[in-house]
């Protein structure tokens, strides 16, 4: 999936991070059939054989005519459910994406819709889009029946997804795998050694993150026992080079024999041996593109240690370099371009961004024209760029064109089209026009109130960035009813020690501190203070502003204080 830009909170530089990545034991994203019709059964038949036997060509050709035949809602729902598994399986993930939305649009809620569900959350996870994928398949799970045994499946790639969302938070972390430690225990007794040696691997993954190395390095083992295969072996050899333990993890990679190993799982060992040549060799044995970009997603996410923006940038660009010539064709070489754009604009290189930005952009528009997805993904960040640039007008210039896009695309009442309104808002904020972005924000707020109901995190985002624009603006009674609103939900979904609670506390103090109400500020203030600095450390720039704010309100509290105020932290909603 694009790394989509979205506007941060004021003074962090905070980008919401999507790459293209699975793990290891995701080499193929898993597609999943609907029930095949009594009417149809004999055509639908034939095109899951076609699937089944890897005759994709075909299978397109024959799902492309009997969509074209298709009179009732539910025939539409499976048809498109079949293209975008058959996409997913040629590798074109924007294309299977729009078919399982069809998919979806079509079944209308129906009961085994959650077939779909459960397709669009295992490529959601394989394109790196963690949260979403959690979304989808929390979805199937409800609609699922209880005893259905791919239950325990969908609750440990909840799992998987949670890993990857949260790695580098030790606090998320912990709370991942309490949540996976009674699957993981079900799927260890009850189910075939294959998901047992995934319930290992994930295990010994979350555990490498919290830095329990022993622990993770035995879970690593019992994991090449389960499996019993060289590509295991040499998983638990890249694990071991990973944590800088040379001497065994070459006595394990003596033990595997290189003609039955896996060759993307070559790649990444020679990789993290510092051998480009050799790890490039074997990804070069790869028929086409799409293969080779399978195996790269796993050269590239199979790292057990915290992840680094820039050290993944410069692997996507060796990957561009890779497939050569072709890149101008190959319409996912615009997705990489674009995480490069995000890459340099986390390191304050805008300028490098946007050349990236319009490079992706310039390939999507030659590959799908004006009003696709990824257009607007490209001009949303185009658009947050300029903003970071300083550069507003410009920025609204690229985030109207992407509203307007996906407006067309999805209509007013979708996620995508609610932060869109959200950017827009940001950056009619940061020009000082308060009641432009006010009533953006609105916007924003209530389609998303559409969407998800009351207590979700985005409704809180919303409600916070009213907050902050009526603080602004000197209506700050409304300002702290927008805050109290967004800490309380927040409070809620994820408890005291979140980094969107202490932001929250943060923007009712510095609200209660333009009211003149300090004692309230600095109470707010603390409690904000002592979340971050356990979670980001007394060097990261968000705790050095929420000590500055303290300052601030303790020092106009007396008498004498100057008419300092300290400057709103701020979130934002994300795709």
């Not at 038949?45 to 890897?54: E, F, P, R, T, Y």
């Not at 959690?134 to 791919?150: C, G, H, L, T």
């Given at each position: ?9 004021k003074?962090i ?38 699937k089944?036997?890897g ?66 959350g ?16 929390d ?5 699922m ?69 022993n622990?993770?390095?035995k ?5 090449a ?13 890249t694990?071991?080079?990973?944590l ?22 070559l ?30 997603r ?20 060796w ?46 528009l ?152 300090y ?57």
């Amino acid at each position: 999936m694009k790394i989509e830009s979205h506007s941060t909170r004021k003074n962090i530089n905070q980008i919401i991070l999507c790459v293209l990545m699975t793990s290891g034991i995701f080499l193929l994203t898993l597609v999943f059939d609907q029930k095949i019709s009594e009417a149809k059964r004999t055509q639908e038949s034939a095109i899951v054989s076609l699937k089944a036997h890897g005759k994709l060509d075909k299978a397109m050709e024959s799902i492309d005519k009997y969509i074209q035949r298709c009179s009732t809602n539910v025939t539409y729902s499976w048809g498109y459910n079949e293209k975008g598994c058959i996409f997913t399986l040629m590798g074109e993930y924007t294309k299977a994406i729009y078919a399982f939305q069809e998919s979806l649009r079509f079944s209308e809620g129906a009961s085994d819709d959650f077939i779909t569900l459960m397709n669009m959350g295992s490529l959601q996870h394989s394109l790196g889009d963690y949260a979403d994928a959690i979304s989808y398949y929390d979805e199937a799970i409800i609609r699922m029946d209880s005893n259905d045994p791919r239950i325990y499946w969908l609750k440990m790639h909840v799992a998987w997804s949670g890993f990857y969302l949260s790695r580098g938070d030790t606090m998320a972390l912990k709370q991942v795998y309490k949540k996976a430690k009674p699957i993981l225990h079900i799927i260890e007794n009850r189910l075939n050694s294959f998901n047992k040696g995934k319930a290992y691997s994930l295990a010994s993954k979350i555990a490498y993150q919290l830095g329990k190395y022993n622990n993770a390095i035995k879970l690593s083992k019992k994991y090449a026992k389960k499996k019993n295969s060289d590509s295991a072996k040499l998983s638990l050899a890249t694990n071991l080079l990973y944590l800088k333990r040379e001497e065994e993890a070459n006595e394990a990679f003596r033990n595997v024999d290189r003609r039955n190993a896996d060759k993307e799982l070559l790649a990444l060992w020679y990789w993290l041996k510092g051998d480009k040549v050799r790890a490039k060799s074997n990804l070069e044995e790869f028929p086409n593109n799409i293969e080779r970009e399978k195996a790269w997603r796993l050269v590239r996410n199979d790292e057990i240690l915290p992840y680094d923006m820039w050290k993944e940038a410069r692997r996507q660009k060796w990957f561009i370099d890779l497939i050569g010539p072709l890149t101008t064709e190959y319409s996912n070489a615009a997705t990489y371009r674009n995480n490069l754009g995000a890459a340099w604009n986390a390191k304050g290189n805008y300028d490098k961004a946007i050349e990236y930005y319009e490079k992706a952009l310039n390939s999507d528009l030659k590959n799908y024209g004006e009003d696709h997805p990824n257009v607007a993904t490209y001009r949303n960040n185009l658009g947050a760029t300029w903003k970071a640039k300083g550069e507003y007008d410009k920025a609204i210039e690229y985030y109207e064109m992407a509203l307007n896009s996906d407006l067309k695309n999805f209509g007013e009442n979708h996620p995508k089209v609610a932060t869109r309104w959200n950017n827009l808002g940001e950056v009619w904020r940061a020009k000082g026009k308060y009641d432009k972005a006010i009533g953006y924000y609105e916007k924003a707020l209530n389609s998303d109130l559409k969407n998800f109901g009351e207590n979700h995190p985005n409704i809180a985002a919303h409600q916070n960035n009213l907050g902050v624009a009526w603080n602004a603006k000197g209506e700050h009674d409304k300002a702290i009813e927008y805050l109290e609103k967004a800490l309380k939900s927040d409070l809620k979904t994820f408890g005291e020690n979140h980094s969107n609670v202490a932001t929250y506390r943060n923007n009712l103090g510095t609200a209660f501190n333009a009211k003149g109400e300090y004692d309230k500020a600095i109470e707010y203030l603390e409690k904000s203070l002592s979340v971050i600095q356990v979670r980001l450390g007394d060097d990261h720039p968000y705790t050095k502003t929420l000590k500055t704010n303290l300052r601030l309100a303790k020092e106009e509290k007396p008498e004498q204080g100057a008419d300092l105020k300290p400057d709103p932290a701020h979130t934002s909603v994300i795709d």
